[in-house]
């Protein structure tokens, strides 16, 4: 086992976990602020890369078809949040957590079986934007310039998120809302409001990932089942609520799956549960939760 | 008390009205088919597939057979061996159904196997681990497809000749007994031939990220790189093995795969160069193949692809064997399949007697790259054919 290899895995480890940051950011956002697990969250991911497939085979061979579709996207997929929230998740704020899962649930399996019959049960596949194609020569190793460019979009992406979030006005609301939802509310500042922009935002971020994930591994209707269950181990080896939490948590469960492909690749899934019971026994609130 | 028996007559009617509307097989005047695969959840595409290959013999054959209508059911295994197993007997025992074909999981298809021995229904199926028609070989029991040894001879075999400075071949497979069929094959193949297999990978059926996989398969230096998976697994590993630029750095093989459908989801972009094993390939130039194109043309457009052909295949083969026999008692019919040679999609086929194997031909295939392809369907060429089934004296069958 070369020194080359290890660096390989480790750089691969860390490119798909910043692909499990952007998800699990949005997820905690959400959690954080509105008090709810969204089960549809992988659904809405899958929503987001078939919306970025519909956009760049609408413009064709254009070579900023793929840089519309970026941006496109996750607005439409905000738009769909927005509604989401608006039209059902209200409704349910003070229910119990049993009753959020289930409606969640049951919207993902309303966008998944709306995907299959709009875009048929069969994948989609959508090439690599010519500016992101190929590869840099490592010697032995060759690694595609797209997970570079993702991994630094994505930290950019999470800086802007973070700064909106501490350094915004509208993103102290939102720290206040965390921290007292009913004495925002009394300050006189409308709290729904808020809320539907904060949950069109967290499911942005996971369309933003469906759409940089598309020239990877194309659009197919059950891409969000996988990435849901791994973004949920991430949630909790970070911490729920935490975003801080979702950026660590993200990086380890992405680079140890990717060890251990190197040296028990049978076990590379058993290892990142076993991570996280670790992590439930040691720190109960994760690495880096508050409750 | 009057109510009472008032509510209890309705009761009793309802039930009555339920045991008949469930109960559709008249056996007298139907004849049910059984088309058994993924209908739900990941794999649905194959199971619609799968319905419009089963349903297109049907109508071939003027929706008859004997004289009598064919009632062609639908059985969902969820592509779990439990569910289709449960399904396939509760269709026997509560329907009557006798005839069953398809599902294209191989551990779905063993389950299924054994229950059409216990209740003596015919199965005809297309997976492909070995032991179908091998170590678990039954009488009930036939399969249309070439079993993962053939598929290993007609890839592996013919690729280590037309390149015989690739030394290194280096496999990726998924955890199941299709998957290790097919390595335990390739082994044999490769020790054979003393090519060096410098690795194989196990990954989890479903699994999405394959960039560490094809790190270490290229940390290797290997010359060959073998996947073993089927369907969205190897659709992913392809895509990412193009973003890795293996593509350039080694010869890709894709030893089972169903065809034009994934050739086209994963588009010429990404798979320019891949070799890939398959089962039926429409452009084979014999009435049978030719015919479904032009149907397929007329109805949907498009060509067919191998779950399509294989599902109409089979189910025509049990019609042919009804036909022959003039019964639709199994016994006869099995009789009848015993030995059955036929023109099938892949030219001259035969159904061996001793362990009710098909003996047809396994394709390799190249795909093209997107400016040599003419239109639909001109996703790849064919550049070797054969056939290779595990011979009598080798075989695991006892016929029981």
Same mark, same amino acid.
């Given at each position: 086992m070369t020194s080359g290899l290890l660096l390989m895995q480790l750089l691969n480890g860390v490119v798909v976990g910043a692909i499990y940051v952007l998800i699990t950011v949005g997820l905690t956002i959400v959690f954080g602020m509105l008090n709810v697990i969204n089960f549809a969250h992988g659904a809405i991911f899958a929503l987001g890369a078939y919306f970025a497939y519909t956009v760049a085979v609408m413009l064709g061979d254009w070579v900023g078809s793929f840089w519309l579709a970026i941006i496109l996207a996750p607005l439409g997929v905000a738009l769909v949040g927005a509604l989401i929230e608006m039209l059902l998740l209200r409704k349910i704020y003070d229910a119990v957590h049993e009753y959020q899962i289930l409606l969640t649930f049951g919207v993902a399996l309303v966008i998944q079986e709306l995907i299959i019959m709009i875009w048929g049960p069969i994948g989609k596949s959508f090439p690599m934007p010519a500016l992101l194609a190929g590869v840099i020569d490592l010697g032995v190793f060759a690694f595609p310039i797209y997970r570079i460019f993702l991994f630094f979009f994505i930290a950019l992406i999470c800086l802007g998120a973070w700064l909106f979030i501490e350094k915004t006005n509208y993103g102290a609301i939102i720290r206040a809302g965390i921290d007292n939802r009913d004495m925002v509310n009394c300050l006189g500042i409308d709290i729904y409001k808020a809320f539907t922009v904060v949950f069109a935002f967290g499911v942005s971020l996971a369309a933003l990932a469906g759409v940089l994930i598309l020239p990877m591994r194309g659009a197919q209707p059950f891409m969000g089942d996988t990435i849901l269950t791994l973004t949920f181990v991430v949630l909790v080896i970070g911490g729920m609520g935490s975003f801080m939490g979702a950026i660590l948590g993200g990086l380890i469960v992405g680079v140890v799956e990717s060890m251990m492909i190197l040296f #028990?690749?049978?076990? !590379?899934? =058993?290892? =990142?549960? $076993? !991570?996280? $019971?670790?992590? =439930? #026994?040691?720190?109960? &609130?994760?690495?880096?939760?508050? &409750? | 008390m009057k109510r009472q028996i008032a509510v209890l007559g309705f009761i009793g009617l309802a039930v009555a009205l339920l045991f008949f509307w469930t109960n559709p097989v008249n056996a007298e005047n139907e004849f049910g088919i059984g %088309?058994?695969?993924?209908? %739900?959840?990941?794999?649905? %595409?194959?199971?619609? *597939?799968?319905?419009?290959?089963s349903e297109y013999a049907v109508e071939e054959a003027g929706g008859k057979v004997l004289g009598k209508p064919i009632k062609l059911t639908v059985i969902d295994s969820e592509a779990k061996p439990g569910v289709g197993a449960r399904k396939v007997r509760e269709a026997i025992q509560s329907q009557g159904i006798k005839y069953f074909n398809n599902e294209t999981s191989s551990a779905v298809a063993l389950a299924i196997s054994q229950v059409c021995q216990e209740e003596k229904a015919i199965y005809i199926t297309s997976v492909g681990a070995d032991e179908i028609t091998g170590s678990k070989c039954n009488r009930y029991t036939f399969r249309w497809s070439i079993p993962t040894y053939g598929a290993v001879q007609e890839t592996i075999k013919p690729l280590i000749k037309m390149f015989p400075d690739a030394k290194r071949w280096y496999t990726i497979t998924p955890d199941y007994v299709f998957g290790h069929s097919l390595l335990n094959n390739a082994i044999a193949v490769f020790k054979e031939f003393g090519v060096e297999h410098v690795?194989? *990978?196990m990954h989890p059926i479903g699994h999405t990220e394959f960039s560490s996989f094809l790190t270490k398969a290229m940390a290797a230096k290997a010359d060959f790189v073998v996947f073993f998976n089927f369907g969205k697994d190897t659709i992913n590993a392809l895509k990412q093995a193009n973003n890795f630029g293996m593509t350039k750095k080694a010869k890709i093989l894709v030893a089972w795969s169903s065809g034009l459908r994934d050739l086209e989801e994963i588009g010429p972009e990404f798979c320019e160069g891949v070799y890939f094993g398959c089962q039926f390939w429409h452009t084979e130039n014999v009435p049978v193949t030719q015919k479904l194109n032009k149907i397929w043309?007329?109805?949907?457009n498009r060509f067919p692809s191998y779950p399509e052909a294989s599902a109409y295949i089979m189910t025509k083969l049990q019609i042919m064997a009804i036909e022959k026999a003039g019964t639709t008692d199994p016994d006869a019919v099995i009789r009848a399949l015993e030995g059955m040679k036929y023109d099938g999609l892949t030219g001259a086929e035969e159904i061996q007697a001793f362990d009710h194997q098909v003996k047809k031909k396994y394709y390799l295939l190249r795909a093209k790259a997107k400016n040599e392809i003419k239109g639909p369907g001109d996703n790849a060429e064919i550049i070797s054919t054969g056939i290779s089934v595990i011979p009598q004296a080798k075989s695991d069958c006892k016929m029981q």
């Open positions: #028990w690749p049978e076990g !590379a899934m =058993i290892s =990142i549960f $076993a !991570a996280m $019971a670790l992590v =439930i #026994w040691v720190k109960p &609130r994760g690495l880096l939760g508050s &409750r | %088309s058994v695969g993924p209908f %739900s959840g990941p794999y649905a %595409s194959l199971g619609e *597939d799968i319905v419009r290959g690795g194989n *990978d043309l007329t109805k949907y």
